[in-house]
């Protein structure tokens, strides 16, 4: 019978998946408990969904819970979101309260699981003080970042670095995001899963159909960002930077493919103003896609010829390693993960400004060639570096060597 995991073995390798297999064998039976704040939407809970049926693959007894809370809570952690990525966010004291009592309650809810488990996971701020609620755990606990929270805005780091203090690790996707905490850190990049709906290959058909099911023209050149409508992703900065390239080189079509995820409150705001900024020009198309349209985006992202991710801070971008594995050159933004992926002149090109991106554009648009080499180099990159398996494989070494922190050698048959 194939496994998963022997399905993973035709893009990583047949040595990646004996290693895993390895790394897993103490782990055996473990129980290992992800939570985070939505089962849909962004890239944590894309990631999520990959990660734990493999860990199961492996025998280890991996579990995924998902907290509630009310709408405050939401604006409050989106306000928290905001300011770890540098923004100016004042969070008021009853938000405050709020938050801590709807993780007061979420840790009454999951208590039972989360004392039980050997490792809890807990991403990003949301789900963060549950530690403090849990005073009987006894697995280990690990806080994973998946935000760029290097600059914070520092009251707000201030006020959440108590509850962070007390993990046992934490986990950031870039070594300049890590913080000042008493506990060691490990720096872990996300991933893409190459066999999901999103990054699987397709049919010429499949592709095709994303022409005429959103009513564009497969004769001329198309511009692609998919994004949650989220003013760090500057969707405003996407459609000037196609406003000017269209001066010189008319006929392109841009596609800004988003939906909302459910814990962002900001999104039908911002979507507003790419209306607004959008209205009148035929050859923008906004689409609000539902969470699981991940075909679709994958065929989008297949016909397109270009990707953009213009962000203004970027936790990492799943989006551009998504667009990178389906051989587009992507221009992105010069900020966070999106410095790990696109490397200058080679797997695409980073930018700072929409006249840089429009000039970028232009330089592509214009190299057909330089294109498809770019598109193949930033293929061979992912599969370097950024597929599931590798991701999967530091979560591993992670967990042994906090299980075995103590000891002198780890020694694994
Ligand atoms: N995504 C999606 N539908 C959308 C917008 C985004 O499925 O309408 C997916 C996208 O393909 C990617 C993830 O959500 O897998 C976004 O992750 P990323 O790291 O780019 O950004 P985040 O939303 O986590 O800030």
Sequence with gaps: MTTLLDAYSETSGQGVIDHLRQ??????????????????GGGVAEILGKLVPLMQELSIDASWEVITGNDDFYQCTKAMHNALQGSRA???R????NYEQVNRDNGEQLREKLEAADFVFIHDPQPAPLLTYCPARRG???????????HPYRPVWKYLKPFIADYDASIFSLPRFAKTLPHPQYIIPPSIDPLSEKNMDLTKE????VYGDFDLDPERPLL??????????DPLGVIQAYQLVKKFVPGQ???????TATDDPEGEVVLQEVRDAAAGDPDIHILLLPPDAHKTIN???RAADIVLQKSIKEGFGLTVTEAMWKGKPVIGGDTGGIQLQVINFNTGFRVNTPEGAALRIRYLLHQPAKMREMGNKAREFVRDNFLLTRHLREYLTLILSLHYGSEDRIELN
């Design 23 to 40: 790394l897993a064998a103490p782990l055996r039976g473990m129980k290992i408990l992800h939570v985070n704040s939505t089962r849909v």
């Design 90 to 92: 004042r969070i008021p």
């Design 94 to 97: 009853h938000l405050l309260d």
């Design 140 to 150: 280990k606990w690990i806080w994973r970042c998946h935000i760029d929270a290097s």
């Design 206 to 209: 499949e592709v095709w159909g």
């Design 224 to 233: 692609l960002q998919v994004s949650r409508f989220d003013r760090f992703k």
């Design 253 to 259: 079509q841009l596609v800004l493919a988003g939906g």
């Design 299 to 301: 065929a989008l992202q």
